[in-house]
């Protein structure tokens, strides 16, 4: 399958999150824009003849030099074609060549296939936040980015 990443603005964001069916609850453009709002971030989507088929967003954290992969997901119909790794790719790349040193982001428990796709992509998990019944505890995971060699 052939796509596209680019950068997306909120009304996109939303348009896929709202298919996202590990989001619950209803979300808003609101939700993006006052989160994104006087921070330096990067939105993406991917898309493919037009239809948007997934997103990834994240801003620098409080520490600077450390980005928060705060959301993202990937249309059921078009999960299991690279999709979700090519935006974390694109992301950790803005984020080596913005200077951050790191990047993280939270998972659940309940979302194991999260978990696993961030430690084939070199994450490690450095903090589990208990909230609620086990799976809803916080699984918080960092990934240090190196410096990409000159040649």
């Known amino acids: 399958m052939k796509y596209q990443i680019r950068e997306a603005s909120p009304s996109e964001l939303l348009w ?3 298919r996202i069916p590990e989001f619950p609850g209803k979300a808003s453009l609101e939700f993006y824009t006052e989160r994104l709002k006087d921070r330096l971030h990067l939105a993406l989507v991917a898309e493919n003849d037009g239809e ?3 997103f990834k967003v994240g801003y620098q954290d409080n520490v600077p030099d450390t980005f928060y992969s705060w959301m993202g997901g990937v249309r059921p119909e078009f999960r299991e074609h690279g999709i979700a790794d090519a935006l974390a790719a694109y992301q950790e ?5 913005k200077g951050f040193k790191a990047v993280f982001f939270k998972t659940r428990n309940r979302f194991p296939a999260m978990i696993s796709f961030g430690l084939s992509r070199g994450f490690k998990i450095i903090k589990i936040i208990p909230k609620g019944g086990v799976e809803d505890y916080r699984v918080v995971m960092r990934k240090e ?4 060699e000159k040649c």
Do not use: D, F, P, Q
């Open 145 to 148: 980015l190196l410096a990409m």
């Open 16 to 18: 896929v999150h709202e």
């Open 52 to 54: 948007l088929l997934g």
């Open 93 to 97: 790349n803005w984020a080596r060549e």
